[in-house]
C-alpha cells in the first residue's frame, strides 16, 4: 500500500498522537532548560541565542524549541549533511559535530551538535543543539572579506565515537579559541542538551513503541501541512513583489544593497523567488543556503500557521522557495559571513510587504530588523575582553488591529533576551549611562509601531569599540498611511565631542577611553493606517507615558493637548486634522 498522506492517518492513534505532540514539545524545552542551565558564556544563558530541535532519521524537523526562527532549516540540512557526508558509519554513542557556515547558514560562531537516537539499533531521530560561541577565533574589530580570516571552520566529524570522547577535535578547538574555558563549558552544555534530548525521546519511544511514535509524527506533520495549505487559499492567487534595501556591506561603505523578493500564490500553494536579491557581498553580511530557505520559511509560517506547534516541516510541504546560488543569501565559498543574519531580517520583512495589499490584516508594518551590534574589545589584567552590547532591542511594525511592540528583540533571534545593564557593568569595565526608549521614535498611524531604544555605554578603561549597526539609512516603513520609523543609529562622544562623520551606523576599531561614550540606537516600528484616526486619548495617553512628545501629537496625529494638564482640546483637535488632511492631498 502506498505512504500517502490517507493510509498514514488510519494508522496513527489519534491519542497517541497527541502525546507524542506535547511529548516532544517537552523534549525540547527540557533540552533548552538544561542548555541553559549549564552554559558558561551570558549570550547562552542569559540572551538565550540557540536552538534545540528533535528530527527524523532522514533529517526532517520533527520539533525545535522556541529560539531563533532563521535556525529553521539549519538544523535539518546539517544533520541530512551528516547523514550523507558517514552514510552508515552512525552508531549508538555518536556524537555529531560541525560549525561549517555552509551548510548551517550562518556564521561560525554557530556551532551545531547532533545525537543519532536509536531503539533496539534502529535508527529513530536525531537530538540537535545549534548554539552560538562567544569567540570561534579569527580576526575581530574589522570587516572580513573571506570565511578563512573568521575563526575556526569545524567539519563534519565525531565529537564522540560510540560514547567516548574524541581527544583530538577537543584539543584543536581548545587551541583556537581565546578563552577556551567558556568554550569548552559550552561545549560541555551543548552535550548535555543533546543528550537530553536523546534520552527523553527514547523513553517516549519505549513506552509507546517505535512504530506508534513515528507514525504519530507523520500524522502530526500531515495535520501542519493541511492547515497551512487551507490558509494559503484564503490569499488571493496573484503575483506580488516588493523591494527595500540595505545600507552596506561593511566594506564597500555606502553603497547600497538591493532586496527584492517576488511571491506567487495559486490554490494551496506559494512560491517565494529571491532570485533578485542581491548578489553575495564582499563584506561578511552574507549568509548561506539554507537561511535562503529559512527567510522564506520564517515569513510563511506568520502568514499561514503563526500558532501551529511543534514546529515541523508538514508547515512547509506547499511552499517553494528559489534562490539561486551565488545570493547575499545563498552565498558560496569563500564569502564572509560573520554577521549572516543582518539581511534576511529584512528579507523576511519585505516578504510581508509585497503581501499586504492581498492580506492587510495579517501582517505588520516594517521593523527595526537588526540587531544592534556593538563590541568593546580589549584587555584588563591580562584578561581578553570581549564585551557585546547586542541585543538592545527595538520597535516592531504596528498591525491592523494593535500597536506595534517596544524594546524587543528583533524577527532573526525571536526568542532571545536583552541582557540586563547590570550584568554589563558586573562582567566588564563598562558603565551603562541610559537604556531608554526614544520619544516619537515609532512610525505614526492609527495603530502607532513600536518604540526603539537607546543604550549608552561608557568604558572605564581604554577599548576599542566596533559597531556593525545596519538599517540606519532604510526606515522601517509605514502600511496603508502609517508613517516610517525612526532608523538604527549610532552616535559617538569622544573627548567631549560627538562625531558626526560616521559611515551609517558602522565604526571600525575606534578607541573609546573613560569620559567617551558610544550611544547604540534600536530604530522603531512602522506605523499603520492614517495617524489622524488614532483614537486622540490613545494620542493623549502615548504622550502622558512619554511615548509622543506634544508636538508630534499635534502636528503628526493632530491632536492639541494642554501643555500643562494633557487634557484634549476637541475642537481644536478637529481643526487640526482637518488641516492636516487638506495639507496631504
Known amino acids: 500500500m502506498p505512504d500517502t498522506l490517507a493510509t498514514r492517518n488510519r494508522r496513527a492513534d489519534p491519542v497517541i498522537?497527541?502525546?507524542?505532540?506535547?511529548?516532544?514539545l517537552a523534549v525540547t524545552g527540557e533540552m533548552k532548560t538544561n542548555l541553559m542551565r549549564t552554559a558558561y558564556n551570558l549570550i547562552i544563558y542569559e540572551?538565550?541565542?540557540?536552538?534545540?530541535?528533535?528530527?527524523?532519521?532522514?533529517?526532517?524537523?520533527?520539533?525545535?524549541?522556541?529560539?531563533?526562527?532563521?535556525?529553521?532549516?539549519?538544523?535539518?540540512?546539517?544533520?541530512?549533511?551528516?547523514?550523507?557526508?558517514?552514510?552508515?558509519?552512525?552508531?549508538?554513542?555518536d556524537i555529531l559535530i560541525t560549525n561549517d557556515a555552509y551548510i548551517t547558514g550562518s556564521h561560525?560562531?554557530?556551532?551545531?551538535?547532533?545525537?543519532?537516537?536509536f531503539h533496539k539499533e534502529r535508527l529513530v531521530g536525531f537530538s540537535c543543539c545549534m548554539a552560538h560561541w562567544l569567540d570561534i577565533g579569527g580576526v575581530l574589530?574589522?570587516?572580513?572579506?573571506?570565511?578563512?580570516?573568521?575563526?575556526?571552520?569545524?567539519?563534519?566529524?565525531?565529537?564522540?565515537?560510540?560514547?567516548?570522547?574524541?581527544?583530538?577535535?577537543?584539543?584543536?578547538?581548545r587551541i583556537n579559541v581565546r578563552v577556551p574555558e567558556r568554550a569548552m563549558g559550552d561545549l560541555r552544555a551543548q552535550v548535555t542538551a543533546v543528550?537530553?534530548?536523546?534520552?527523553?525521546?527514547?523513553?517516549?519511544?519505549?513506552?509507546?513503541?517505535?512504530?506508534?511514535?513515528?507514525?504519530?509524527?507523520?500524522?502530526?506533520?500531515?495535520?501542519?501541512?493541511?492547515?497551512?495549505?487551507?490558509?494559503?487559499?484564503?490569499?488571493?492567487?496573484?503575483?506580488?513583489?516588493?523591494?527595500?534595501?540595505m545600507d552596506d556591506d561593511g566594506y564597500e561603505l555606502g553603497k547600497r544593497v538591493p532586496i527584492k523578493v517576488k511571491i506567487t500564490v495559486k490554490g494551496d500553494e506559494a512560491t517565494i523567488d529571491l532570485s533578485d536579491v542581491s548578489p553575495q557581498v564582499r563584506g561578511f553580511y552574507n549568509s548561506g543556503y539554507s537561511t535562503a530557505i529559512a527567510c522564506a520559511q520564517v515569513a510563511y509560517k506568520c502568514l499561514t500557521s503563526p500558532t501551529d506547534y511543534p514546529i515541523n516541516d508538514g508547515s512547509f510541504r506547499s511552499l517553494t522557495v528559489i534562490a539561486p546560488p551565488g545570493r547575499v543569501v545563498s552565498a558560496v565559498k569563500p564569502a564572509a559571513m560573520r554577521r549572516w543574519m543582518t539581511f534576511p531580517m529584512t528579507i523576511v520583512d519585505t516578504i510581508f510587504k509585497a503581501v499586504a495589499p492581498a492580506i492587510p490584516d495579517r501582517v505588520a508594518a516594517g521593523h527595526h530588523a537588526d540587531l544592534i551590534i556593538a563590541q568593546f574589545i580589549g584587555f584588563s589584567n591580562n584578561q581578553f575582553i570581549f564585551a557585546g552590547l547586542s541585543h538592545a532591542g527595538g520597535?516592531?511594525?504596528?498591525?491592523?488591529?494593535?500597536?506595534?511592540?517596544?524594546a524587543t528583540i528583533a524577527m532573526n533571534d525571536g526568542d532571545t533576551h536583552n541582557s540586563p545593564i547590570e550584568l554589563l557593568e558586573v562582567k566588564y569595565p563598562l558603565f551603562a549611562e541610559r537604556y531608554e526608549?526614544?520619544?516619537?521614535?515609532?512610525?505614526?498611524?492609527?495603530?502607532?509601531?513600536?518604540?526603539?531604544?537607546?543604550?549608552?555605554?561608557?568604558?572605564?578603561?581604554?577599548?576599542?569599540f566596533t559597531s556593525h549597526i545596519e538599517r540606519s539609512q532604510c526606515k522601517p516603513w509605514g502600511l496603508f498611511g502609517g508613517g516610517d520609523a525612526m532608523a538604527n543609529a549610532l552616535f559617538i562622544r569622544k573627548d567631549g565631542k560627538s562625531l558626526g562623520d560616521l559611515p551609517n551606523a558602522k565604526a571600525f576599531t575606534l578607541s573609546l577611553k573613560l569620559g567617551d561614550s558610544a550611544t547604540i540606537r534600536g530604530g522603531g516600528g512602522g506605523g499603520y493606517g492614517d495617524p489622524t484616526e488614532r483614537e486622540p486619548e490613545k494620542v493623549r495617553e502615548d504622550v502622558y507615558q512619554g511615548y509622543v512628545?506634544?508636538?508630534?501629537?499635534?502636528?503628526?496625529?493632530?491632536?492639541?493637548?494642554?501643555?500643562?494638564?494633557?487634557?484634549?482640546?476637541?475642537?481644536?483637535?478637529?481643526?487640526?486634522?482637518?488641516?492636516i488632511r487638506v495639507s496631504a492631498k
Not at 108 to 117: A, C, K, Q, R
Not at 141 to 158: H, W
Request: glycine share 12%; aromatic share 6%; net charge negative.
Open 395 to 406: 520597535g516592531w511594525g504596528a498591525k491592523k488591529t494593535e500597536d506595534g511592540v517596544s
Open 549 to 579: 512628545t506634544l508636538g508630534a501629537a499635534r502636528d503628526t496625529y493632530g491632536v492639541v493637548l494642554d501643555a500643562e494638564t494633557l487634557t484634549i482640546d476637541a475642537a481644536a483637535t478637529q481643526k487640526r486634522r482637518a488641516e
Open 17 to 24: 498522537t497527541e502525546i507524542v505532540r506535547a511529548g516532544v
Open 437 to 464: 526608549l526614544v520619544p516619537d521614535s515609532g512610525g505614526a498611524g492609527k495603530f502607532r509601531g513600536g518604540l526603539g531604544v537607546d543604550r549608552e555605554v561608557q568604558p572605564l578603561i581604554e577599548l576599542k
Open 141 to 173: 574589530a574589522s570587516v572580513t572579506t573571506d570565511i578563512y580570516s573568521e575563526g575556526l571552520q569545524i567539519p563534519i566529524c565525531k565529537l564522540y565515537r560510540g560514547g567516548e570522547v574524541n581527544q583530538d577535535v577537543i584539543d584543536l578547538i
Open 47 to 93: 540572551a538565550l541565542d540557540f536552538t534545540c530541535g528533535l528530527f527524523t532519521a532522514d533529517g526532517r524537523t520533527v520539533s525545535i524549541g522556541l529560539g531563533l526562527p532563521m535556525f529553521i532549516r539549519g538544523m535539518g540540512e546539517t544533520i541530512k549533511a551528516k547523514l550523507k557526508h558517514f552514510k552508515n558509519d552512525i552508531q549508538p554513542g
Open 108 to 117: 561560525l560562531n554557530h556551532v551545531t551538535l547532533s545525537v543519532p537516537i
Open 195 to 245: 543528550k537530553t534530548g536523546e534520552k527523553r525521546f527514547q523513553e517516549l519511544v519505549e513506552r509507546y513503541g517505535a512504530d506508534e511514535v513515528l507514525a504519530s509524527i507523520d500524522e502530526i506533520m500531515d495535520r501542519s501541512e493541511v492547515s497551512a495549505r487551507a490558509r494559503t487559499e484564503t490569499i488571493p492567487d496573484g503575483v506580488y513583489e516588493a523591494e527595500s534595501f
